[in-house]
């Protein structure tokens, strides 16, 4: 990003005033952290906001300003934050004790949940993270399948470990990204995500294909769907082929619905990873599935197979205040219209947005399903209107792009203007968002489209 973006935007300036107290910490924080930042998402220039308290869908940064919320934890708080059950979980969960060392009775609690509302799930075991369910799925696939590669969808999301980092928003072609070993790249096939044919001949003529691992709603949430009918083909000739089919449900569970993309779309995949949703709010994964898969985890089993174990551990699998919070999360997704209500707000949101865009005269369009928003910000400066707007007009690499800088522009513009959105651009949309919040939002898109049109980034 060139220099004067940050000394001639009158958007930057407006945030650096709004924001003083942020800036401090800001400054401190790049003397602690690379880039100032614990998660990369987080990075924004010059900086981004440091929030001290969260209620619903709203959030108080460290200067006292108030904004609608759409990162929701990065995707976890379905519920909106401070959810007073699951305060009240994690309270009482914490006067017990934070970690026995053993088995406790809310982890079977909360993996009886699990299976109740989760279609493929026969089995469960716990992780502390998204990334290490990804992980120990691929392990799984191996270990149940004797082979050795895994498809993967380009600009799909599965964590950060080494089998996973190509190919999201570069590494497409089978470069090695940095610190990776080549041999785990060179197992891992990237594909394309809107092309079933070519993935059909792959599973049918190459016999060592262990599992598929892909976000079934498409790469983030949505942003890179697939086409009608690809999630049924695939499912038909994994089956055919004993390839292990894995659902990463880290986002899309207990979001799309309570039983998550899978329930939604009526197709069961052989395992599934979980994550965000999964712990109302605190840390937390698991890969759950079918028992002749999982059973690579268990000890008699193996034993009685002949076959090795795989190991697993983890200090925080299953760790009692997590789980305290899961269940109480997972209670009320399960017996209520939560996913429902995030879900139409979700669609108001963006049709809402979309009219925005349409008065402006811009060449944008607002897409997505179920709770989320994907903002097409048009890199290559296309014919495009909302109305006419239909994502499979694109090349999957140009949705994911953006004009340089332009979505750190907007992300100011709209926190000037009282509102957090991610910055692919797009966000996420809980069960707490109001009409308020809905109406401030468009608001708040209207005047930071007319500021992006002055500094002529538009
Ligand atoms: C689809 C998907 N899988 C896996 C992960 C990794 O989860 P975590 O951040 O808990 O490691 C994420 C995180 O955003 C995700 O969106």
Redesign the pocket.
């Known amino acids: 990003m060139p220099d004067d973006f940050l000394s001639n935007s009158a958007i930057v300036a407006a945030y650096r005033e709004k924001t003083p107290e942020s800036a401090r910490l800001a400054k401190a924080a790049r003397q602690l952290f690379p880039s100032g930042v614990t998660h990369d998402v987080r990075y924004l220039k010059p900086y981004g906001i440091y929030v001290e308290r969260a209620q619903g869908s709203r959030k108080w940064d460290a200067d006292g300003n108030e904004y609608v919320d759409y990162i929701g934890g990065?995707?976890a708080m379905l519920l909106g934050h401070s959810h007073p059950k699951i305060v009240e979980a994690v309270n009482h969960a914490m006067e017990n004790g934070s970690h026995f060392g053993a088995n406790h009775g809310l982890e079977v609690r909360w993996a009886e949940l699990i299976c109740e509302m989760v279609p493929c799930a026969e089995r469960v075991r716990f992780t502390s993270?998204?990334?290490?369910?990804?992980l120990l799925a691929l392990r799984l696939a191996r270990a149940h399948t004797g082979r050795k590669k895994i498809i993967r969808f380009k600009t799909?999301?599965?964590?950060?470990h080494d089998h996973v980092t190509a190919g999201i928003t570069s590494h497409f072609a089978g470069e090695v990204p940095t610190g990776v070993i080549p041999d785990i790249v060179e197992n891992v096939v990237l594909m394309a995500p809107w092309d079933i044919e070519a993935v059909t001949t792959l599973i049918e003529n190459d016999k060592d294909i262990a599992g598929v691992i892909l976000?079934p709603t498409g790469a983030?949430?949505g942003m890179v769907p697939f086409p009608a009918g690809f999630l049924e083909a695939l499912r038909e000739v994994t089956a055919e082929h004993g390839v292990v089919l894995i659902f990463?449900?880290?986002?899309?569970g207990f979001r799309v619905s309570p039983g998550g993309a899978q329930a939604h779309f009526g197709i069961t995949p052989d395992i599934t990873?979980l994550?965000?949703i999964i712990a109302g709010g605190m840390?937390g994964?698991a890969v759950a599935g079918a028992t002749e898969i999982l059973e690579a985890l268990d000890f008699d089993a193996t034993e009685r197979l002949g076959r090795e174990k795989i190991q697993h551990q983890g200090t925080f699998n299953a760790n009692p205040v997590c789980c305290a919070a899961g269940i109480a999360a997972l209670e009320i997704i399960a017996n209520s219209d939560v996913c429902e209500r995030a879900n139409a707000s979700g669609a108001e949101l963006r049709q809402r947005l979309n009219d925005v865009i349409i008065e402006k005269g811009v060449p944008w369009a607002a897409y997505g399903a179920f709770s989320s928003f994907q903002l097409f910000t048009n890199p290559q400066n296309r014919d495009v209107s909302p109305e006419a707007f239909d994502p499979f007009d694109f090349d999957y690499l140009e949705l994911k792009s953006n004009p340089v800088g332009l979505p750190n522009k907007l992300r100011l513009a709209m926190l000037v203007n009282g509102v957090d959105i991610s910055g692919w651009p797009g966000g996420t949309i809980t069960a707490a968002h109001t009409q308020e919040d809905l109406e401030k939002t468009a608001q708040a898109f209207s005047a930071s489209l007319d500021v992006l049109m002055r500094e002529g980034e538009i």
Do not use: N, Y
């Not at 993270?129 to 990804?134: N, Q, V, Y």
């Not at 799909?156 to 950060?160: A, K, P």
């Not at 990463?248 to 899309?252: F, I, L």
């Open positions: 990065h995707g993270s998204g990334t290490e369910a990804t799909h999301f599965h964590g950060w976000e983030t949430f990463d449900e880290v986002v899309t990873t994550g965000k840390p994964g």
